[in-house]
């Protein structure tokens, strides 16, 4: 026991020690009390679990029901359900079966095959008394044998009591059972009325042999291996098949409306997806037909307002796909397009991506919203730098803020150029690296909605001597971001409602690596937003319906929930309310207070800092924005408009196409070509059947040497307006 003035306080801290007066207490080190315990044989055994729970996945003799409690949960579920509904279908098939078997003793009395043959060969009438001996024999034979069952029935009755008599109808009942146990319409059997079809039965072994062969996805003599029987998953079916030799899968992805029409079912409840990796090759497919429509009802509201705040560098939750996966979107090292036409949740999709960002205190937003609404005031109390508008004043607003970034991109690279290996081990920005105050390298995210107004803007400006238009210089100093910037820690995300190739230019789009497609007008826009031919691999975002708000294509760069090697998948994204938008920024704001990381626009700071044009301009290159806008000469314009992102992702056209796209003679296309130093050549193409055909066309490496060589008369002819000026 401790004496009163040891130091000791029962009555304060639990009985820690205190300072008496008059006394120095020197700091002492906590003691902790423990005892060494030899845990290996228990790592030992958690690891021979693990192995062995691997090996369970993955062994094909244990069925899918007993790999994962769900998967049992469910097999039960329709153990009981088909216990429920077994009485109701055994009397339902001796019902059919006994039908059977009246059809089949009414043809065989009736000498039905013969009395055909006889008709056939035009001599029923020499066969008439034959056919009639024969019918009035069979009658006899068929009475003959209802006595002697009836005979042997009443002797068993009278020997054996009730027994043999029920015995005797178990045994028939399940005769006639087995007799119609299909369905009229099944496999098997012709369908004598057509009726609405389930999906039970569309997945059907036989009957998806036979939906494959109406859609012209394999041949009449070739036929489906099944690596995984039918199984419920979520609200649909789900089947796993291997197509015939030489058959790929990217030929039924890209037939799916033919193989939904073949199954009965609606193109938005099937989705079909190419097995890769490990298990899977080029001929696997997935294949899941909901039940419904999956994107009917009302939207689910983002997981984000349910958190404190988000990490940057996490995937920002985006939506969730018809089987009900949540996708997560990637933003650092990235950038990301989304386009679509009016009020198809474009902003929407963008307010989505920014949240992560908002709510990690460490990132810095630049916020340009062209349309000039309401939509992103609420995050003016967070970013770095904002403009709303699509004034001249508001466009130039934008570029002297992508100036300052650009210039901002040069500077991380000569700091992280001085960085010891440890700390930036590449020329790349790091989780640690961003969230140091003293680096000064957060991760950046430039926000442009209705990028159009700024990219499309007339006003001629001078850049590095030579003129040119603001929308122009501002595609360069966006290019330039993305070319470089994420490598710095730069994220770009641009939305736009006219996605084509004369507004967002291809040396800005085609380096835009995620790509989100709400509805369009048509494939040529889908395909310019989320790649060229997209559509013809079975991507067309002209296709959504105009009810499916929020429903998009999404071509994702970097990995997801629904796979890494998925190319496009369809998406619902979150909904996110205004009231819910602005709780987010303001949980943003306070997040950032806290951290001291408020700057900026949100601090109340709009000014730039001095910035060496010189030295952004150059960063920029020659023939970007310094140099003057080109103007092609037809017809090579309008191949320039018509290829679009093509030209820099093909390496040949053919003529046929090109004379059919610009509605001119042959013969004057090819000599306007050839004044223009493009010669045609030969080359052989693939055909729709798989076939390879030779024709004429152009390469497309002599279409862009042609733009270089206009390119170069243009600019290095004289500048008078220049000079004027």
Not at 21 to 37: I, N, S, T
Not at 97 to 111: D, E, K, Q, S, T
Not at 206 to 212: E, I, R, S
Not at 261 to 273: G, K, R, T
Request: aromatic letters at 6%; glycine letters at 8%; a neutral charge.
């Amino acid at each position: 026991m401790n004496a009163p003035g040891d130091g000791v306080d029962p009555a304060v801290n639990g009985g820690a020690p205190v300072a008496a007066p008059g006394r120095e207490v020197e700091p002492a080190e906590p003691v902790y009390d423990a005892e060494l315990v030899e845990d290996w044989p228990v790592a030992r055994r958690r690891t021979f679990r693990q192995r062995l729970a691997r090996s369970w996945q993955r062994s094909r003799l244990v069925p899918v029901a007993f790999k994962s409690r769900q998967a049992l949960k469910q097999a039960a579920r329709d153990v009981l359900a088909w216990l429920l509904r077994s009485p109701f279908r055994f009397v339902g098939a001796v019902g059919r079966g006994a039908v059977v078997m009246v059809r089949v003793w009414r043809r065989w009395v009736r000498v039905h095959d013969y009395r055909e043959a006889a008709e056939q060969s035009e001599k029923l009438a020499d066969k008439f008394v034959e056919i009639r001996a024969l019918t009035l024999f069979r009658w006899k034979v068929s009475g003959a044998v209802l006595a002697a069952v009836a005979a042997v029935l009443l002797v068993a009755d009278l020997l054996y009591g009730n027994v043999a008599l029920w015995i005797v109808a178990g045994v028939g009942s399940v005769a006639l059972a087995v007799a119609g146990r299909r369905k009229d319409g099944a496999p098997g059997r012709k369908a004598v009325l057509a009726g609405p079809r389930t999906l039970t039965w569309t997945m059907d072994p036989q009957v998806l042999v036979d939906a494959f062969r109406d859609a012209k996805l394999i041949g009449k003599d070739e036929t489906l291996r099944l690596v995984e029987r039918a199984a419920r998953i979520g609200d649909g079916w789900a089947v796993t098949v291997d197509l015939p030799a030489t058959r790929k899968a990217a030929d039924v992805i890209k037939h799916r409306d033919a193989l939904a029409s073949a199954l009965a079912v609606d193109e938005v409840q099937l989705i079909v997806e190419r097995v890769r990796g490990r298990g899977g090759h080029a001929g696997r497919v997935f294949l899941w037909v909901a039940d419904e429509d999956p994107y009917a009802g009302p939207p689910l509201r983002t997981p984000l307002l349910d958190v404190e705040w988000w990490d940057a560098w996490r995937p920002v939750p985006f939506g969730r796909d018809a089987r009900q996966r949540r996708i997560d979107l990637p933003l650092v090292w990235t950038l990301l397009l989304v386009g679509a036409i009016p009020r198809q949740g474009k902003t929407m999709a963008a307010r989505l991506a920014a949240s992560g960002l908002i709510l990690d205190p460490h990132t810095r937003l630049y916020v340009f919203d062209g349309k000039g609404g309401k939509d992103w005031k609420a995050v003016e109390e967070v970013v770095h730098r904002f403009v709303c508008g699509d004034g001249v004043e508001h466009a130039e607003a934008v570029r002297d803020y992508l100036v300052e970034l650009v210039a901002e991109v040069q500077a991380r690279y000569a700091r992280m150029a001085e960085l010891d290996d440890e700390v930036c081990p590449e020329s790349k920005i790091t989780p640690a690296i961003s969230r140091d105050p003293a680096l000064n390298m957060p991760i950046t995210a430039v926000i442009i909605d209705e990028v159009q107004v700024f990219l499309e803007n007339p006003t001629k400006v001078l850049v590095g001597g030579k003129k040119t238009t603001l929308g122009e210089y501002i595609v360069d100093l966006l290019a330039y971001l993305a070319r470089k910037g994420p490598a710095a820690g730069i994220v770009v995300i641009l939305a736009t409602q006219r996605p084509d190739s004369q507004t967002i230019p291809s040396r800005l789009r085609s380096v835009l690596g995620s790509r989100f497609a709400l509805r369009v007008m048509d494939w040529r826009d889908s395909n310019i937003v989320l790649g060229e031919q997209m559509n013809t691999r079975g991507y067309d975002a002209s296709t959504l319906l105009p009810s499916h708000k929020g429903v998009g294509i999404l071509r994702p760069d970097g990995d997801t929930d629904a796979g890494a090697e998925s190319l496009a998948m369809t998406v619902w994204t979150y909904y996110m309310a205004n009231p819910d938008w602005q709780a987010i920024c303001a949980r943003g704001r306070a997040l950032r207070e806290a951290a001291g990381t408020l700057s900026g626009h949100a601090a109340g700071d709009d000014t730039t800092c001095a910035i060496d044009s010189a030295a952004v301009v150059k960063a920029l290159g020659a023939g970007s924005g310094s140099a003057r806008p080109v103007e092609l000469p037809e017809p090579l314009a309008a191949v320039v408009r018509h290829l679009g992102e093509g030209i820099d992702q093909r390496e040949f056209v053919p003529t046929a196409e090109l004379v059919e796209a610009l509605e001119t003679e042959p013969s004057v296309f090819a000599r306007q070509m050839g004044e223009l130093g493009c010669r045609p050549i030969r080359q052989y193409v693939p055909t729709e059947d798989g076939e390879a055909r030779r024709v004429r066309g152009y390469l497309t490496a002599d279409i862009r040497a042609a733009i270089e060589q206009v390119d170069d008369e243009i600019n290095s002819a004289p500048n008078t307006e220049a000079d004027e000026s």
